[in-house]
Structures are given as structure tokens and as C-alpha cells.
């Protein structure tokens, strides 16, 4: 029979909110298992962090997400490097299993899974050639005179966009809006790029390629529908919350975040939220390490309360 491991907090994420709970949660002596095979989450896509305090210029997210996971490993607990198969409850607690099927359980648990960007419908979603980040992805184009679409009108897709044209040929800028929906900073900086082509009030209805994009099927203002050849295609059209791994019944809102109270807590008494994954109105770094934080300690109150 395979020996459970016993913590006093399970924390699912890697990402801001979960390392910085990690850090707080060894500090304040609870003992913590982390689940998560990235250091940082998905700040590797974020190519400069340029509004997180003491950084003046920006800090490229790999290294803040490495750095982070660094200084978070120095105060102790275990982490793992892997993903949670399954967190579910056992007694007054919670179990969990990874995806080498160890077992885990904890008097707490911190669910800090974040965002996964969202795919468009229809067959070849997962083709060769459709990428979510540019920072990642964009460098395999170079040098190949490419044309590269990017189907969004946020900062994040402005981010792409102006990341993929030191690198292609030509980069279309695909939109449903009539007008973009990102800062003035962003829109100048677009501007001012003339390999950017702009396409608004337009949608993208299919892939063209089966397993090789080849082309992007769209409908245009005037009703019809074309094909825009490309090369590879970059989505930033909107996240939804990793929620997959948690077999419990807890409540959430529209678009399935986690609802919490005010300590942060979710319907389920024990398990707490921090960060993208639950029902916040502001997706930042810093946000998330400030909910990784109240999490902890809230979880280390919950804890003395139950053991009297």
C-alpha cells in the first residue's frame, strides 16, 4: 500500500500566488507541499514585467517566476514539480494525488491553479502552428518570412502582436470589435509598427490545415467569408479557470472561478483560493501574491481553530 504524505497546507499552483503562499506559509511554520511544474506559472509568456514594484525597467517573468520559486524554496516545505491529478476532501481535511501517483493530504489547501487561455472552436484547434504565446513560439518563425495572425484586441494580444513583428514579415491583427479594446500606450505602439496590419470587425471560423495551419477561415464586415493564408496563429482571446483537477462540489461564479468570502475561503470550509482562479476583479502579479499571502494566514487560523 502506498504511504500518504502529511502537510499541514496543499497548495495547487505555482504561479505568483501559490509560491508567494508557500514562502508565508514555511515562514509562519506551517508545513506545505506545492504542486505545480512551472516556477512562476504562466509568467514564462510574459516577456517584461514592467509594473511590479522594485524592478524599474521590468523584469523579464521567467525570472521572476524562478527567483521567486528560489526564495520560497529556502524557507522549506516540499515541491514537488508535478501536477495534481486530484484534490478531493478526506474527513476533517483533504487528499490529493500527483501524476506519479503519490498521495498527499493536508488539514488545508490552497487552490492557486490560475488561468489556461482559451481555444478557438472547430477541428484543428490543436494544430501545428497555433500558439498562445509569442514570446515562447514566435522565435521558431524567425527568419522564415512569415506572415503570423493574432486573433484578439487586449493588451495581451497587443503584446504579441508587437513581440511577433521584430520577428515576421507581417503580422495581422485579427478582431470582432470595431475598435481595439487595449490602453492608448499599447494602440500608439501598434501605430507605429508597419509590418501590423489591422482587421477589425472580423472573426476567425476555422483553421485552414490539418496538421499544419496553412490558413485562417474568417468571416468580414461585408458578410462574406475568406481565407487570410498565415503561417501560424497566436490566440489571446480570453481565459477560463483551471478548475480540472478539484472533484468537489464548491461553488462558482459565471465562467467558473472560485467564489470566495472575504478571508478568501470558498464554499468548502478549509479550502481557500488565491489568485486567476477565483473571483477577482484584477489579474495581476502582485494581486496574486497578495491573495497567496492572506490565504496562508487565514489557512494557518483555520487550522489552530480546528485543533482547539
Request: glycine share 12%.
Given at each position: 500500500?502506498?504511504?500518504?504524505?502529511?502537510?499541514?497546507?496543499?497548495?495547487?499552483?505555482?504561479?505568483?500566488?501559490g509560491?508567494?503562499?508557500?514562502?508565508?506559509?514555511?515562514?509562519?511554520?506551517?508545513?506545505?507541499?506545492?504542486?505545480?511544474?512551472?516556477?512562476?506559472?504562466?509568467?514564462?509568456?510574459?516577456?517584461?514585467?514592467?509594473?511590479?514594484?522594485?524592478?524599474?525597467?521590468?523584469?523579464?517573468?521567467?525570472?521572476?517566476?524562478?527567483?521567486?520559486?528560489?526564495?520560497?524554496?529556502?524557507?522549506?516545505?516540499?515541491?514537488?514539480?508535478?501536477?495534481?491529478?486530484?484534490?478531493?476532501?478526506?474527513?476533517?481535511?483533504?487528499?490529493?494525488?500527483d501524476?506519479?501517483?503519490?498521495?498527499?493530504?493536508?488539514?488545508?489547501?490552497?487552490?492557486?491553479?490560475?488561468?489556461?487561455?482559451?481555444?478557438?472552436?472547430?477541428?484543428?484547434?490543436?494544430?501545428?502552428?497555433?500558439?498562445f504565446?509569442?514570446?515562447?513560439?514566435?522565435?521558431?518563425?524567425?527568419?522564415?518570412?512569415?506572415?503570423?495572425a493574432?486573433?484578439?484586441?487586449?493588451?495581451?494580444?497587443?503584446?504579441?502582436?508587437?513581440?511577433?513583428?521584430?520577428?515576421?514579415?507581417?503580422?495581422?491583427?485579427i478582431?470582432?470589435?470595431?475598435?481595439?479594446?487595449m490602453?492608448?500606450?499599447?494602440?500608439?505602439?501598434?501605430?507605429?509598427?508597419?509590418?501590423?496590419?489591422?482587421?477589425?470587425?472580423?472573426?476567425?471560423?476555422?483553421y485552414?490545415?490539418?496538421?499544419l495551419?496553412?490558413?485562417?477561415?474568417?468571416?468580414?464586415?461585408?458578410?462574406?467569408?475568406?481565407?487570410?493564408?498565415?503561417?501560424?496563429?497566436?490566440?489571446?482571446?480570453?481565459?477560463?479557470?483551471?478548475?480540472?483537477?478539484?472533484?468537489?462540489?464548491?461553488?462558482?461564479?459565471?465562467?467558473?472561478?472560485?467564489?470566495?468570502?472575504?478571508?478568501?475561503?470558498?464554499?468548502?470550509?478549509?479550502?481557500?483560493?488565491?489568485?486567476?482562479?477565483?473571483?477577482?476583479?484584477?489579474?495581476?502579479?502582485?494581486?496574486?501574491?497578495?491573495?497567496?499571502?492572506?490565504?496562508?494566514?487565514?489557512?494557518?487560523?483555520?487550522?489552530?481553530?480546528?485543533?482547539?
Amino acid at each position: 500500500m502506498t504511504e500518504t504524505k502529511a502537510f499541514d497546507i496543499i497548495i495547487v499552483g505555482s504561479g505568483p500566488a501559490g509560491l508567494t503562499a508557500a514562502l508565508y506559509g514555511q515562514r509562519l511554520g506551517m508545513n506545505c507541499v506545492v504542486f505545480g511544474d512551472v516556477p512562476g506559472g504562466n509568467l514564462y509568456m510574459v516577456e517584461n514585467l514592467a509594473n511590479f514594484p522594485g524592478f524599474p525597467g521590468g523584469v523579464p517573468g521567467t525570472e521572476w517566476g524562478v527567483k521567486t520559486f528560489q526564495q520560497a524554496q529556502m524557507e522549506g516545505g516540499l515541491f514537488t514539480m508535478s501536477r495534481l491529478e486530484s484534490l478531493e476532501k478526506n474527513g476533517d481535511g483533504f487528499a490529493g494525488t500527483d501524476v506519479n501517483g503519490i498521495s498527499y493530504s493536508a488539514s488545508c489547501a490552497i487552490v492557486a491553479t490560475g488561468r489556461v487561455p482559451i481555444k478557438l472552436p472547430g477541428p484543428h484547434s490543436d494544430a501545428k502552428g497555433v500558439n498562445f504565446c509569442s514570446v515562447c513560439d514566435g522565435p521558431l518563425f524567425r527568419g522564415k518570412d512569415a506572415t503570423l495572425a493574432v486573433v484578439g484586441s487586449d493588451n495581451a494580444a497587443a503584446q504579441h502582436a508587437l513581440t511577433l513583428s521584430l520577428i515576421a514579415h507581417k503580422v495581422v491583427l485579427i478582431y470582432r470589435s470595431r475598435e481595439l479594446m487595449m490602453d492608448a500606450v499599447h494602440q500608439e505602439r501598434i501605430a507605429a509598427r508597419d509590418n501590423i496590419d489591422l482587421m477589425p470587425e472580423t472573426e476567425v471560423t476555422g483553421y485552414v490545415g490539418l496538421d499544419l495551419v496553412e490558413g485562417l477561415e474568417i468571416a468580414v464586415p461585408s458578410g462574406g467569408t475568406e481565407t487570410l493564408p498565415v503561417d501560424g496563429v497566436f490566440l489571446a482571446i480570453g481565459w477560463s479557470p483551471n478548475t480540472e483537477m478539484i472533484k468537489l462540489p464548491v461553488e462558482t461564479i459565471d465562467g467558473g472561478y472560485l467564489r470566495t468570502d472575504e478571508k478568501l475561503m470558498t464554499s468548502i470550509p478549509g479550502m481557500f483560493a488565491a489568485g486567476d482562479v477565483r473571483d477577482t476583479d484584477l489579474y495581476q502579479v502582485l494581486t496574486g501574491c497578495a491573495d497567496g499571502a492572506r490565504c496562508v494566514l487565514n489557512a494557518a487560523e483555520f487550522i489552530k481553530r480546528s485543533q482547539g
